[in-house]
């Protein structure tokens, strides 16, 4: 039993009619933007003499890039050319996403529709949408744990990277009260993603929490928070862009990853 949700969990009953009525009310509000388009490509590493890298990127909004037009300049793409450009080697990338998509429906409709068999890297983009749920962290291990199943029977030794999850604490559109309940609960379940992969061989888990303000330092380009959202849930270009750079470095730089990538 998770402590810290059952207390939350008691303490959020009474506010739940309140939840709701923000939530309707976010929702309306927020436009509904479309997933990003071009859901294959490839970056050439010009005189490259490995392999191309074979990558595929599974999950949520996030992956199927809402607030982008296109996903070669979202999260995929971007990772792909940054991962072309730290390996010096041609990636080749795919995307299976789709907004809206809790583990559930990434399990039942997603992986069935895996056309590849051969495949380097698999990046998970999950998490968001099964907080916003309100999913029990004993629910999220049962569909994590399915997930890994469903994923392991059609790539038995492929590296699987989960990235970390959605800072929903911060999102500008959201009430302080959904941003204290459903950010509380998204740290929660990411807890329990980061006890459950490694259980697995050659499944890693990216678990930093992200801080604007620290990629505000980062990039110093004199912005502000809101510059990495779209519509005051999905991000934009920038976080985008700065979120898969952050994560390609990590699996360049990580020994585990890039033993599991034969590097």
Known sequence: MNLKYTLGAIASVPLLPLMYVQGKRIKASVPRLPEAQGVEGQCIFEGATKKPLRLLTIGESTIAGVGVATHEEGFSGTLA???????????????????GYAVKRVIEHLIPSITETDVDLIVMGIGGNDAFNLNTPRGWRKEVKRLMAALRTKFPDT??????????????????????????????????????????????????????????????????????????????????????????????SDKVTREALGT
Not at 82 to 87: D, G, Q, Y
Not at 171 to 176: D, G, H, N, S, W
Not at 180 to 194: D, P, S
Request: aromatic content about 14%.
């Open 81 to 99: 050319q940054a991962l072309s450009e730290h390996f010096q080697t041609t990636v080749d990338w795919k995307v299976y996403a789709r907004s």
């Open 159 to 252: 590296l699987i990277v989960f990235c970390n999850m959605p800072p929903i604490k911060e999102f500008p559109a959201f009430t302080p009260l959904i941003k204290f309940t459903i950010g509380n609960l998204v740290e929660i379940l990411g807890k329990e993603l980061q006890a459950i992969v490694q259980q697995y061989d050659k499944v890693y888990y990216y678990h930093e929490v992200i801080t604007l303000e620290k990629w505000l330092k980062k990039l110093d380009t004199g912005g502000t928070v809101a510059d990495f959202f779209s519509d005051g849930v999905h991000p934009s270009k920038l976080a985008y862009q700065t979120w898969a750079r952050e994560l390609a470095q990590v699996i360049g």
